[in-house]
């Protein structure tokens, strides 16, 4: 390709380090398709073919102009972090959300679908991210529903439980067709939902975190039969946050982030390591005043200094046993891929999911967290990454959003005076510069980055001495970005803890005064930030086959890195891919 | 697709393990009834029968066939309501137009029979009528997004008020065909008979049994009820099928309105206020979740048949007030309510 992997180094280079095809904006989109596919080891013709894809949701531009393409006979893989525009995408192509603007060719013929229907019509066949099949009825009607064997009208019982019966043998899976769906675990599901988009004879099948539910013989299962329909001539779209398993199966990658377009790459000619910077990304540099003053805390080493210490805290299913000290006055960052854990244990740690192992330790006192109410009492703040559906009430006022925790803090039966309300809202609006800076503006109507600072507001009201952000940064404009991230720094000076989880690494080295690495549910390595770099934090989320033990000495970059690559050839003792997860 | 068959046949997922036949029927019996599919079906019918063979001891006469027969013949017009709204109610929907409507169509049938129209014209007219209420109802809620309570109740009122503007107080129905379909009795043998309504209303419950389980119109309805999203993310014909079910909604209500009629050789404005939480009811105690999803038209019939086996019982008991029916159809909800709460949670 001629976009071949750019040494690693050089990919660093420029705003946003972004390596990306593109085609000049004036030209008209029919006569473009000989000369952006320039690449004379492809397949002659793509079979889909999306070119200049926006799509814009109310005050996120959730896909920014990209292109996509996919071949027959070929597993292509969709990677980007959480928000990156992956299902958003998906959806575009099998015709759940409209586009805004670009087109979709399939097969040759410019297509536009009004639904799922007429996609899978179209022979477009996905199995979604969560499982959307109907718990209430027959396994096989959730394979066979909406294309049910008839006779006569009626529908055909006995040929559609035994052509369910086969598509499942051919899954190798000896379930009862007739027994109903919900009462299977979430893994046989997933497999019930593949079945369903075999079954239709698709020139393109989109399987979205398909293994996410499934054990290493299912998994390897699943591939068997991904590779017998590679060789019928199926494009199929594999999207997995499982690293290893992108690597077996798949021959070509996208990556997307923030709703771009990165690049197209060969599977073999990737790197893993570069990949993942892509897949995470560059910011720029303009916050380098941060930069000196960061490292200048010194913490006490001491257990008594430490506001929350968790020994061995862990969740089945979410994170395996952690240890997390964080001292007073400490900014903590978590780094990890999406699904690599670093959500999940904030989560414990704020109280929003129970931990079932493990024991935390609040101020000295040993504490089990049950509730968020509790972690609120003991002074700690959970902002969640999911801003719009776990942060902000959209429809309430600037003034509502910001007293809310305060007031849940005191009881409903103390309300807050509304002069106080008054004086606390304007105080942080001029604190955070919220703008607009009108109290009584509704929340849905601001800025991204604005309902970030709505939303930090609410936390900082209730004085925390953990507060936990979790991707406090994402989706929001440069200055708001600089803004918050000051505003953290300042907080920790002023003796509050931070945990700061962002999948942006220069973010994570430059406020924090320890990094925390996961990957895979584990924690891999808990390091000081004192000449950390993005490189070495690349190395280790990729692949971490460096030792926990090693990775302080690892830090210095390049030897850490060839050992990951070397380490990437063998079998990685630290793969812990397929331990099913959500199941019991 | 036969390249996939051709499998290793490698040790399969999930092993069931053997075990002794007492203990499996007791695990297929303890299965079945903590299933969301069958098992409030199951209570339902163990709960009707039960409540017939108490009568039948308690009460002499009680335990003969026209009894039996009877609550078919009482309640003809609410079996076909209660067809109606398990349409509805499986797509997680309701409808409360159902015993207004039931009303207004008496009130059309005997004012048109008054002027002399003939039952050939009048009945297809009516039940054209009524199924385009249904229609609009089911817009209002598909394309308005409207809460099918909202948008129901105010067919409720609209069909109500349309009673008084045909007419403010009783109107009879002298036409022959009414009369001769209302007394006649078709002889079953052996002193029993049943009315042409019963017979209608069997009809229906055979079509609308058909249409749920062999269409794949009656398959969308299922999965509408368990998730209107997947639904439409496998493809499924949603919208159509939404609104279908108000149509045949209204459909059926018309039908009962008719059968109604014959009943009572009357219309009048106040007929049938409440009818709509009687359906609701039998659907409920039938073993429909409210929520969608789960339940069968036969599980509806069967809880016509209990609130009529309980009327029948108050009869027989002669000292309790009618109103007596009402309290126990109130405590049996309750009761099957929780029950079927405690009995798909147990399945968890």
């Known amino acids: ?60 531009k959730a896909l920014d102009d990209v292109d996509f393409r996919m071949f027959p006979g070929e597993v292509h893989s969709l990677m980007g972090e959480n928000g990156a525009g992956k299902s958003t995408l998906i959806k575009a192509l099998t015709g759940v959300y409209g586009i805004d603007a670009g087109t979709i060719t399939l097969a040759g013929d410019q297509v536009s679908f009004s639904g799922p229907a007429q996609a899978q019509a179209a022979g477009i066949s996905t199995v979604y991210q969560e499982v959307h099949l109907l718990p209430n009825l027959s396994v096989a009607e959730n394979i066979m529903l909406g294309r049910e064997p008839r006779r006569f009208g009626s529908i055909d019982w006995r040929a559609m439980r035994r052509r369910s019966a086969q598509l499942l043998a051919g899954l190798n899976l000896d379930i009862d067709p007739g027994s109903l769906l919900g009462d299977h675990s979430l893994a046989v599901q997933q497999l019930i939902a593949i079945a369903r988009a075999i079954d239709v004879q698709a020139k393109v099948l989109i399987l979205d975190e398909p293994t996410s539910s499934l054990d290493t013989d299912e998994v390897a299962e699943l591939f068997r039969v991904i590779r017998s329909l590679k060789e019928q001539g199926v494009a199929i779209l594999f999207v997995s946050h499982f690293l290893d398993q992108v690597y077996e199966i798949c021959d070509r990658l996208t990556v997307l982030r923030n709703g771009k377009l990165v690049g197209e790459y060969l599977t073999e000619e990737l790197l893993r390591i570069d990949l993942v910077q892509k897949m995470i990304g560059k910011e720029l540099t303009t916050l380098d005043d941060l930069e000196q003053r960061a490292r200048s805390v010194v913490v006490d080493e001491s257990d008594a200094s430490n506001f929350v210490n968790a020994a061995r805290l862990g969740r089945r299913g979410a994170i395996n046993p952690a240890d997390l000290p964080i001292a007073v006055g400490e900014v903590v960052g978590l780094a990890g891929l999406l699904g690599s854990g670093r959500t999940e244990l904030a989560r414990l740690l704020g109280g929003i999911d129970r931990a079932d192992s493990g024991e935390l330790t609040i101020r000295g006192k040993a504490t089990k967290l049950r509730t968020p109410r509790q972690a609120i009492s003991n002074r700690i703040a959970f902002s969640s990454e999911n801003r719009r559906d776990e942060g902000i009430v959209g429809d309430l006022t600037v003034r509502d959003n910001i007293v809310l925790a305060l007031q849940a803090d005191r009881g409903w039966f103390r309300p807050i005076p509304k002069k106080r309300q008054d004086e606390l809202t304007q105080s942080y609006i001029q604190a955070l510069h919220i703008r607009p800076g009108n109290p009584d503006a509704l929340v849905r109507n601001l800025s991204g980055g604005n309902q970030q600072k709505v939303l930090l507001a609410r936390w900082l009201a209730i004085a925390p001495g953990l507060l936990i952000l979790d991707e406090p940064t994402r989706g929001i404009d440069i200055g708001a970005k600089a803004e918050i991230q000051k505003l953290v720094f300042n907080l920790a000076e002023n003796g509050m803890s931070v945990l700061f989880i962002s999948a942006e690494l220069e973010e994570v080295l430059r406020l924090s005064h320890r990094v925390v690495v996961l990957r895979d549910r584990h924690v891999v390595a808990d390091l000081e930030n004192d000449g950390l770099t993005v490189d070495a934090l690349l190395a280790l989320i990729a692949d971490g086959s460096v030792e926990a033990d090693d990775a302080d000495a690892a830090s210095g970059t390049s030897g850490a890195r060839d050992a990951v690559l070397g380490a990437s050839e063998t079998s990685d003792p630290l793969t812990i891919d397929n331990v099913p997860g959500g199941r019991r | ?87 509805v109610i499986l797509t997680g929907g309701i409808d409360l137009s159902v015993g207004a409507v039931v009303a207004l169509s008496g009130m059309i049938a005997a004012s048109l029979l008054q002027t002399g129209w003939s039952p050939s014209v009048v009945i297809p007219l009516l039940l054209v009528l009524t199924s385009v209420l249904g229609l609009l109802v089911g817009l209002m809620i598909h394309v308005f997004k409207v809460q099918p309570f909202i948008a129901t109740l105010a067919a409720m009122f609209l069909a109500r008020g349309l009673c008084y503007m045909v007419s403010q107080s009783s109107i009879s129905i002298t036409d022959p065909v009414f009369v001769s379909l209302a007394q006649t009795r078709i002889p079953l043998g052996g002193n029993l008979s049943i009315t042409p309504s019963v017979i209608i209303a069997l009809i229906v419950v055979a079509i609308a049994v058909w249409v749920l389980h062999s269409t794949r119109f009656g398959r969308t309805v299922y999965a509408i009820g368990a998730g209107e999203q997947s639904g439409l993310l496998m ?63 036969l599980g509806s019939v069967l809880g016509v048949l209990v609130l009529g086996v309980i009327q029948t019982i108050i009869t027989f008991e002669g000292t309790l007030s009618s109103w007596w029916t009402r309290i126990f159809i109130g405590a049996l909800l309750l009761v099957f309510i929780i029950l079927q709460k405690v009995l798909t949670a147990r399945r968890r």
């Open chain 1, 1 to 60: 390709m001629p976009r071949t992997r750019t040494p690693y180094s050089q990919n660093r280079v420029g705003p946003g380090g972004r390596i990306r095809r593109r085609m000049p904006r004036d030209r008209p989109a029919d006569d473009s398709m000989e000369s952006t596919v320039t690449n004379h080891t492809d397949p002659p013709t793509a079979v889909v073919e999306m070119r200049g894809i926006s799509i814009t949701f109310p005050g996120v």
């Open chain 2, 1 to 87: 697709m036969t390249k996939l068959l051709d499998a290793p046949q490698q040790p399969k997922l999930p092993v069931r393990p053997s075990m002794p036949p007492a203990r499996r029927l007791g695990a297929t019996i303890r299965n079945l009834m903590t299933s969301p599919k069958y098992g409030p079906v199951i209570v339902t019918a163990v709960l009707f029968i039960a409540v017939f063979v108490i009568g039948g001891v308690r009460y002499r006469g009680f335990f003969s066939g026209q009894v039996f027969l009877n609550l078919l013949v009482d309640n003809s017009y609410l079996i076909v309501l209660a067809v109606g709204m398990t349409f």
């Open chain 2, 235 to 297: 493809g499924l014909p949603v919208a159509r099928t939404k609104v279908l079910v108000y149509v045949i909604s209204g459909f059926c209500s018309g039908l009962a309105g008719v059968l109604f009629t014959f009943y009572t050789l009357s219309g009048y404005p106040l007929t049938a206020i409440g009818t709509e939480l009687d359906a609701i009811a039998a659907v409920v105690i039938g073993g429909t979740l409210l929520t969608g999803g789960y339940g069968f038209v």
